[in-house]
């Protein structure tokens, strides 16, 4: 059993910024990819953020830039600082953990993050 607890959600006005985090607890002991998605009303998920156990990170096009995708190993936990915040970027923000060894990862709760003045 695995539990990924979410946080650091919330309304924000443009060009501020969040710091949200996920932390993976249970039976879970090696951890490859960490991800973030978002997916928008309206609009299909979308892969946002992802970081390897080797600290490699990529971006969707949209957010290079402006967020930056960390993880703390000792405590299973992702992070996504997201900077310079657009309306654009309103959404209900996943995280997904993907263990060593499996090829589908399990998934967060889900965060709203709201970008409005």
């Known amino acids: 059993q695995v539990q990924l607890v979410e946080s650091g959600g919330g309304l924000v006005q443009p060009g501020g910024s969040l710091r949200l985090s996920c932390a993976a607890s249970g039976s879970i002991f090696s951890i490859n990819y960490m991800k973030w998605y978002r997916q928008a009303p309206g609009k299909q998920r979308e892969l946002v953020a992802t970081i390897n156990s080797s600290a490699s990170t990529n971006y969707a096009d949209s957010v290079k830039g402006r967020f930056t995708i960390s993880r703390d190993n000792a405590k299973n936990t992702v992070y996504l600082q997201m900077n310079s915040l657009k309306p654009e970027d309103t959404a209900v923000y996943y995280c997904?953990?993907?263990?060593?060894?499996?090829?589908?990862?399990?998934w967060g709760q889900g965060t709203q993050v709201t970008v409005s003045s």
């Open positions: 997904n953990v993907v263990p060593v060894g499996r090829v589908f990862g399990y």
